[in-house]
């Protein structure tokens, strides 16, 4: 089985169609960790190609504030006037559509990859986070204290655990427990696209 794990896409449409662009074989499943808008201008193009490629999406702190401001709220994070600008023109920006989309997302999925999907005989268990386990918003990075990974992998029931959030790409494996951040699609903070 094929899997294409992305997460942090921020909208940026060419970016993600780069990504998938590059493997020449399809995948099976695509999960989206979330924060899928903001900061990229193409948030409806973004949303089309998750839905038409069937990707299994949660929400990231981004689309949470989007989806408070389509519900016609407000709020106080984040506190820079040009991120406010950002929020609030892709809440206006997208259709009607894509806004119910992003509303029908949760806020983490539990999967169960059933062995008829996969090769080996044993159903496969997959947690899909935005931060971790126990917090939307954690950042983990590669160079988190291993005891944290251990103390979320021993809380879990989750072979494969998938986060995003520090646009920190890395794989860890602890208590046999797999820890996987793609890093993020469109909005690299090392500065290496």
Do not use: C
């Amino acid at each position: 089985m094929r899997i294409l794990i992305i997460s942090d896409i921020h909208a940026n449409y060419p970016a993600l169609k780069a990504v998938a662009d590059y493997f020449s074989e399809p995948f099976d499943l695509i999960l989206n960790g979330g924060d899928t808008l903001v900061y990229g201008p193409f948030p409806n193009e973004t949303i089309d190609w998750l839905k038409e490629n069937g990707a299994i999406s949660i929400l990231g702190n981004t689309d949470r504030h989007v989806i408070t401001l389509l519900d016609g709220n407000t709020f106080r994070k984040p506190s820079k006037a040009e991120k406010r600008i950002m929020y609030g023109w892709t809440a206006a920006e997208l259709n009607e559509q894509n806004g119910n989309w992003l509303r029908m997302q949760p806020l983490l999925r539990n999967l169960y990859l059933t062995p008829h999907l996969r090769q080996e005989s044993f159903p496969l268990s997959v947690g899909m986070f935005h931060g971790s386990p126990e917090d939307p918003d954690e950042f983990l990075f590669e160079s988190t204290p291993d005891n944290r990974f251990q103390e979320l992998a021993v809380n879990s029931p989750h072979a494969l655990i998938t986060i995003g959030h520090s646009h920190s790409p890395f794989h860890k494996i602890l208590y046999n427990t797999h820890f996987i951040n793609p890093g993020s699609v469109g909005r690299m903070f090392d500065g290496n696209p």
